[in-house]
């Protein structure tokens, strides 16, 4: 119990509480279902992404060539649906098409990152880069709006149940899937091992290339997801909507705790992330805070959050490193 | 069906431009304790490698587990087979719990999906921990435990994969003195239980003290095999090295000046207390200790980086404070750290790099940028005086020899003309030849006028360069003790016992783990 109350998620969540309070002070907006609603669908695409770089982290790599991978599924999906039959087939068929071009993408950086063993920042600035220059090759930039699309797929977008949005759903059964795995599979707890020690996950007899193709795959199946996610919410195709937003996925899994060094990170720590980032940003609008001053805002959040945390690491290991001396 | 548990025989194996080893033959017996030994280089982690399946030995090599041929292809192989090695630096996950550290590795050839059984990992690991009689909470992250609690905890995972045969490297290198008694209870509680263990280890005392026979290797060659009591200390050195080697005490009686540096009630709250002690012109000090003692945080604290502390330092008679390194360096205190690879050298870089480092600011020419020239003339002139081998000024520092790292570190810190030198570990993972030379230089600083500290667990290390010797126990100065009186065994007595005589000194028997004498803490 102890060991909860004292815990990181539960630091973070007690952030969220006090911030809540202000910002429920602040603005009577705030604390409304439908505020809170909008919070978590505007952030679900943020929060499938970020649980998926959570896996990479853990394992003590990165991806940005995220937001690339997403907006490339977002790309050929707009081109995809165009033609697609206005029946529930065509939303089968996403959710086949989606995820499975995500999952190639990312096992590819996957490939490059285990086999030929580069540092994973440099192979997926590459991929991230090559995937950017093609998706601006294709679409010429252009902006495409979901009008010719089947008129299913906007149902599917607006679906709601009890009020819920379809994103929220799909992002927490991504959070619960995802917790699932690395709690209670052997790949899972095979991520934790090779980012704790990677020298002792290989001699434990871990086969630590299938792990990272497995982790980027991964990440690139939720990139997949979060395409169908962002291309709901947004109901269009926007070349350059995600440009940058992979900075914003990794802030979220460091700011829910995970250590960027590998080891260390928990679902319910990333989950968290992404709803202080999502209220932080809320409550700057509701405070009729320039938008600007968020960017300001979260990497101050991030730093100081950071920051905390390798003092309280220093702390316990200047504890573990005390002498007895003789009084 | 052979007597040997373990049969290892023609095993050889070359690496590009090194044959490691060289026709090695290694036979276990069920329930002993092996005691593996031989200089640094002869050869014991590469046959320890092969055994692991981390290496493959050269074609020809016999190999058979159990009467069998072993097949071991990957660490993991061995481990299933029930051939478990403790690694020196352990193979622990720091970041997950211990039940699942002693589990894992179990489910590695099991589908990915494969749902985890998390009390089947607890039940597991319950019965191997008591097993070894110890107790420790399943759920704590392995990082949150004592090294010793660690090493159990890899025993622990020995058992759990029903191991047949142990292999511990140096496993008694980072515990106390208590933590190693009980470390031998578990091994004489594993022999019970008919376990087999290889143990290696450079302390030959503690050899004697647990092993019933030991392997001896050199250069890579297999020198022979004995029953522990046809061997005593010298001759194990003399099969380990082919020649009598302990090197020389210093002999004292030398020419001391002035006071040069002094500490005074020096304390700082959970390291060190009341440390008071004066270096005198031309001598050196040796400062030695158990692990734990606060020797190394003492030096750390004099060069600043282990700060704030209360007392007094004085350099030729003036106060001063210092609170950064950087104020260390500028009041003339050099501190060259133990290890030398992580903290001493930038190994991908030159020896002219490397040793320039300090001093890049007075190296600048008329237009403020770095002269080469100046540094290469640096670099080649402590080459020269410190005899730094091979004399190539361009070579990166990483390709060299241990011993003639070390000098490159030494000149290094000289080129910054330090008024006191604090030395950690000079010696360390250093062939013994280049040992001596490092003690000879390190003397011929000191008569040369600079103050020379060392700090040393090695008992003849600190017998051989000391004028002075203080022992340091619980962050207190134990005794001080000057050269002419000082033997490992008084030595070992204050470091133990806080005292010069001990009690159970008087009629201790032989196998006792009082007195190393020999080799190091």
Redesign the interface.
């Known amino acids: 119990m102890k060991s909860i109350l004292k815990s990181k998620e539960m630091s973070i969540a007690l952030i969220i509480v006090m911030l809540s309070i202000v910002l429920s002070f602040i603005s009577p907006v705030f604390f409304t279902f439908e505020n809170i609603t909008d919070i978590l669908k505007g952030n679900a695409v943020l929060g499938i992404l970020a649980i998926g770089m959570t896996l990479v982290i853990i394992t003590g790599g990165i991806d940005v060539s995220v937001a690339a991978v997403t907006t490339a599924v977002i790309v050929i999906l707009g081109k995809i649906l165009v033609f697609l039959p206005d029946s529930p087939i065509s939303i089968v068929l996403m959710f086949i098409i989606a995820p499975l071009i995500g999952v190639i993408l990312g096992a590819l950086n996957g490939m490059l990152v285990s086999k030929i063993q580069i540092p994973a920042i440099v192979v997926t600035l590459g991929t991230m880069s090559m995937i950017n220059g093609i998706i601006l090759y294709i679409t010429n930039g252009q902006y495409l709006n979901s009008t010719s699309f089947p008129k299913i797929f906007v149902k599917f977008a607006n679906f709601e149940i009890f009020g819920i949005s379809i994103l929220i759903i799909l992002f927490a059964l991504i959070s619960i899937g995802a917790w699932y795995l690395l ?8 991520v ?2 090779i ?3 990677k ?9 630590f290339d ?1 792990v990272q193709i ?1 982790v980027y795959g991964f990440m690139g199946l939720l990139a997949g997801v979060a395409a169908i996610a962002q291309l709901s919410y947004t109901k269009a195709v926007d070349p350059n909507g995600l440009l940058g937003f992979e900075m914003q996925v990794i802030a979220a899994v460091v700011l829910g705790g995970a250590n960027i060094m590998g ?2 990170g928990t679902i319910i720590g990333t989950f968290l992330g992404v709803l202080l980032l999502g209220i932080m940003q809320n409550g700057l609008i509701l405070a009729h805070i320039d938008v600007f001053w968020q960017k300001v805002v979260v990497g101050a959040i991030i730093l100081l959050a950071v920051t905390f945390d390798q003092i309280q690491y220093k702390r316990s290991k200047d504890k ?1 490193a ?5 009084a | 069906m052979s007597k040997y548990i373990l049969q290892m025989n023609h095993i050889s194996k070359t690496f590009p431009g090194v044959k490691a080893l060289d026709n090695v033959k290694l036979e276990i017996e069920p329930g002993e304790v092996h005691a593996l030994i031989g200089e640094n280089g002869a050869g014991k982690s590469t046959l320890i490698k092969i055994l ?1 399946g981390i290496y493959d030995a050269d074609p020809g090599a016999e190999f058979y587990f159990e009467g069998r041929e072993a097949d071991i292809k ?3 192989d061995a ?2 087979k029930g051939i478990s ?1 403790i ?1 020196q630096d ?7 719990s211990v039940a ?1 550290n002693i589990f ?2 179990r ?10 059984n ?1 009390k089947h990992i607890e039940e597991i690991a319950e019965s191997a921990l008591k097993e070894l009689d110890v107790q420790i909470d399943l759920n704590l992250p392995v990082e ?1 435990l ?1 090294i010793a609690q660690q090493q159990l905890i890899e025993i622990a995972r020995a058992l759990a994969f029903e191991a047949k045969l142990i292999v511990m490297d140096e496993p008694t290198s980072s515990l106390s003195a208590g933590e190693v008694e009980k470390l031998y209870k578990v091994i004489n509680n594993l022999k019970q239980k008919g376990i087999s263990i290889i143990f290696v280890s450079h302390k030959l005392k503690e050899l004697f003290t647990v092993s019933d026979r030991f392997t001896v290797l050199r250069d890579g060659k297999y020198v022979g095999t004995y029953e522990s009591k046809e061997l005593n200390e010298d001759k194990l050195i003399n099969l380990m090295v082919g020649r009598q080697v302990l090197y020389e005490k210093n002999k004292g009686g030398i020419q001391i000046g002035q006071t040069v540096f002094e500490v005074k009630c020096l304390s700082k709250e ?4 009341d440390i008071s002690f004066e270096l005198k012109q031309g001598e050196v000090i040796g400062i030695t200790g158990l692990m ?3 020797r190394t ?1 003492l030096a750390q604290a004099i060069f600043g980086i282990n700060t704030p502390v209360t007392g007094e330092i004085k350099i030729n008679g003036e106060s001063v404070t210092i609170k950064s390194s950087e104020d260390a360096v500028k009041k003339g205190i050099a501190y060259i750290p133990e290890s030398r690879k992580t903290q001493g050298l930038i190994l991908e870089q030159s020896i002219i790099n490397n040793i320039s480092l300090p001093v890049l600011k007075t190296l600048r020419n008329a237009f403020g940028l770095i002269s080469r020239k100046k540094e290469v003339d640096l670099a080649n002139h402590y080459i020269k005086t410190l005899d730094v081998r091979p004399a190539l000024p361009n070579l990166k520092t990483g390709k060299m020899s241990g011993g003639n790292q070390q000098k490159v570190v030494i000149g290094k810190w000289l080129s910054t003309k330090p008024k006191l030198l604090i030395i950690d570990e000079p010696t360390n993972g250093i062939d013994i030849g280049a040992k001596t030379e490092i003690h000879k230089l390190l003397r011929k600083l000191a008569s040369e006028g600079m103050g020379v500290i060392v700090i040393s667990s090695e008992l003849p290390e600190v017998l051989a360069v000391s004028d002075r010797i203080i022992v340091m ?4 100065i134990a005794g001080e003790l000057a050269i002419e009186e000082a033997t490992q065994e008084n030595i070992m007595n204050y470091a133990l016992l806080g005292s010069k005589v001990s009690k159970e000194n008087k009629n201790q028997g032989k196998g006792k783990v009082i007195v190393e004498s020999g080799v190091s803490m």
């Open positions: 709690k209670y599979t052997v790949i899972g707890r095979e934790l091992a980012g704790g020690n020298e002792s996950s290989i001699r434990a007899g871990i086969n299938k497995f080891g260390r573990l005390k002498i007895e001396v003789e | 692991a990957k660490p993991i481990t299933l090695i690694y352990l193979s622990l996950f720091p970041n997950l699942e894992i590795g489910d590695s050839n099991s589908n990915s999906l494969k749902k985890v998390w949150k004592s959970g390291n060190f207390k734990g003692s606060g945080e126990r619980h962050g207190r």
